[in-house]
């Protein structure tokens, strides 16, 4: 894979993602806060945890960011051939009940902040991840890996962090547009 490859495969992906999640703030408020079933969350509550979560997964990819900028770094020493950006357990990540797993209390939604401020949030978040990807278009986002727990991922790079912190926001457009779904089969 190359340098350019990467760059416009999570480029394309993360704003095709957050493009997606971003026309949902423009539903009919009835849609937005129908609970399909029981405990089940509502399309405003998916939203916000998205947001939280995207929170906290920009934490990490700033400091990663910041730690593969400062490390020395020759583009041409660096094996693209071997590269992969895309593993099972990372492209499982975008399908909505692919596997199990609890999150922590921080990402759960309360319910407290207002609509337009998630909106806001998630709208600055993908502007921050097309920031990251332009100071890292050399390939420097190969050069720092964090633990990524979840699904037993393993370690990734901050490219790879991005393309987790997009297919989150994907794997929950399912959520999304179940709920829309049985919405419109109650009410019509």
């Known amino acids: 894979m190359t340098v350019d490859c990467i760059l416009r495969t999570v480029e394309r992906e993360t704003i095709r993602t957050f ?10 408020h009835a849609v937005l806060d129908f609970r399909p079933e029981e405990k089940a969350w509502t399309a405003r509550e998916i939203l916000e945890h998205v947001m939280l979560t995207s929170s ?3 934490i990490l990819i700033d400091k990663g960011s910041a730690k593969a900028l400062k490390q020395p770094f020759v583009k041409e020493d660096f094996d693209w051939e071997q590269y992969t950006l895309f593993t ?15 999150r922590p209390d921080h990402m759960e939604p309360k319910g407290d902040v207002a609509i ?10 993908l502007m921050k991840c097309l920031d990251h990807l332009d100071a890292l278009q050399n390939g420097e986002g190969v050069l720092y890996r964090t633990t990524m727990t979840v699904n037993s991922i393993g370690k990734l790079d901050v490219y790879q962090y991005i393309y987790f912190l997009a297919l989150h926001g994907r794997r929950h457009l399912d959520q999304l547009n179940y709920n829309k779904k049985e919405y419109l089969q109650i009410n019509t």
Not at 88 to 102: A, R, T
């Open 19 to 28: 493009s997606m999640l971003d026309g949902w703030f423009d539903e009919d």
């Open 88 to 102: 099972k357990e990372l492209l499982d990540i975008g399908d909505h009940k692919s596997f199990v797993w609890d």
């Open 56 to 58: 906290y997964l920009m």
């Open 116 to 125: 337009d401020c998630i909106r806001e949030n998630m709208r600055a978040q």
